[in-house]
């Protein structure tokens, strides 16, 4: 790997699987692999040599180019395949030579190379081969980090815990429709990021979007240049939009949106995961492992990096899908003047920190603990405080204090027991007639698990429509 790649500044991505699929080597490799697939569709079609596919072919491997010399020259042509044809050129007459070809045919395999083709096409082809190919360790991990979340939903559906509006203590709920919600994002997310990794199209229109080199050549041949693109779209595993995209961005933007849920989805469960694990919550834990989540200076932290991971990513993904969009909005005539430049980076990134969160996440949600206990007793700090809606609504009609009735004397109860002194029970108990309202009653209203509404009902429609969707098949 080219050390300044390598993501020392980048801890949600150093070392995965999207860092990989990502890395300059892959964008090279992409692009000789579009380069390469061209050649063979045109020898296929008879309009090259089998020889100088087979020589192309041999050529279109990174291993054979210097990627710091090709990105210091990316810079007179402000693309990178520019420098990489030119040497995929000289390589492709020296596999040719080497196979035995004589000087005439090693240069007719090297001019067959880019036959008909522009910068655009390579570069957007490219980066979309590069999607589909981080989106198979994407998907997988999203699969994974779902069926886990499913599994906690449904382990806990009976789990009592707190509910927390604006961070302060709302209702009682459980854990269990709490990881629901999250399996709700997480699978929603990954079925549309699936769904626009399946549709990432080829992008082939010549220099101007109109392939009129490539109709010159075709003439009388009885070929069409829709068969050859089809061919090529095949060949490699994207989709044949019919006619190129070039200026026109949605594409690109589509798929980065797609990729940005994914980032947000798994952030939602990192958030939650975060306050949880505080010492003094103590409801959550992320899994352990060697090495993860020590501190360089206090040896008693298990700091929850995963999570923490998650949230950088988020924070970062916005600001890279502004720029995609930002950039397709500035695109305009035949070919973007800087917009389509500033793409490239900004959907890398993309790429990378969904492919990065997915894995994190998969981790994160096969390895969670919960505590129940723990749950339970934060519950208990607010007392009967935490079912304030319930009373209001049910014993208002009931309440009277010397000083007000109704829903005033539920307030003014409210507010003395959270000024201290007797609790709401007790007030409650004094304000409300024993023959409108029984002890057994007043128990019953008070009872947290009593009051969790439509939860179950909710967790089983999350994990039915998980269950439904794409991402199992």
């Known amino acids: 790997m080219d050390p300044s790649d390598a993501g020392l500044l980048?801890?949600?991505s150093a070392g995965s699987a999207a860092a990989r699929a990502t890395g300059d080597a892959a964008f090279v490799q992409a692009m000789l692999d579009v380069e390469a697939a061209w050649v063979q569709v045109l020898a296929d079609a008879g309009l090259a040599e089998a020889s100088a596919a087979a020589a192309v072919a041999e050529a279109a491997d990174v291993a054979r180019y210097d990627l710091a010399s090709i990105a210091e020259r990316t810079r007179d042509g402000a693309n990178a395949l520019i420098p990489l044809l030119a040497d995929l050129r000289a390589a492709t007459r020296e596999t040719a030579r080497a196979a035995g070809a004589d000087e005439d045919s090693a240069a007719a395999a090297a001019a067959a190379v880019h036959r008909g083709a522009t910068s655009q096409d390579i570069v957007d082809t490219a980066l979309m081969l590069v999607?589909?190919?981080?989106?198979?360790?994407l998907t997988a991990d999203l699969a994974s980090a779902a069926a886990s979340l499913a599994a906690l939903a449904e382990a806990h559906r009976g789990t009592l815990c707190v509910a927390r509006s604006l961070t302060q203590h709302a209702l009682?709920?459980?854990?269990g429709l709490r990881a629901a919600g999250w399996l709700s994002?997480?699978?929603?997310?990954?079925d549309r990021a699936r769904s626009a990794l399946a549709a990432a199209p080829l992008q082939w229109g010549g220099a101007a979007g109109t392939l009129a080199a490539l109709v010159d050549s075709l003439a009388g041949t009885g070929l069409t240049p829709a068969r050859l693109t089809r061919a090529l779209a095949e060949r490699l595993s994207l989709t044949d939009p019919g006619a190129p995209w070039h200026t026109q961005r949605l594409p690109v933007t589509a798929l980065g949106a797609a990729l940005a849920d994914v980032v947000v989805a798994a952030a939602r469960v990192g958030n939650d995961v975060l306050l949880g694990a505080r010492p003094e919550v103590g409801e959550l834990r992320e899994p352990t492992s060697a090495g993860r989540g020590g501190s360089s200076a206090m040896p008693q932290k298990q700091n929850p990096v995963l999570s923490v991971t998650l949230k950088q990513a988020a924070i970062e993904a916005p600001a890279r899908l502004g720029q995609l969009y930002a950039a397709a909005a500035a695109a305009g005539e035949e070919r973007p003047d800087g917009g389509w430049h500033a793409e490239w980076s900004a959907l890398r990134s993309l790429i990378r920190a969904a492919g990065a969160a997915a894995e994190q996440l998969a981790a994160l949600a096969a390895g969670l603990q919960a505590d129940p206990e723990r749950m339970r007793r934060n519950l208990a700090l607010t007392g009967d405080l935490v079912l304030s809606e319930r009373i209001m609504a049910r014993l208002a009609p009931h309440a009277s204090t010397p000083t007000a009735s109704g829903k005033a004397a539920v307030t003014e109860l409210v507010r003395t027991a959270l000024a201290g002194g007797e609790s709401l029970r007790q007030l409650l108990r004094a304000a409300v007639d024993p023959a409108a309202v029984s002890d057994a009653e007043l128990d019953a209203l008070l009872d947290p698990?009593?009051?969790?509404?439509?939860?179950?009902?909710?967790?089983?429609h999350h994990l039915e429509t998980y269950r439904k969707l794409t991402l199992h098949d």
């Open 172 to 175: 009682p709920t459980t854990f």
């Open 131 to 137: 999607a589909r190919r981080a989106g198979e360790a």
């Open 449 to 460: 698990a009593d009051y969790l509404g439509a939860s179950d009902a909710f967790i089983d």
């Open 185 to 190: 994002s997480v699978s929603t997310a990954a």
């Open 10 to 12: 980048d801890p949600v």
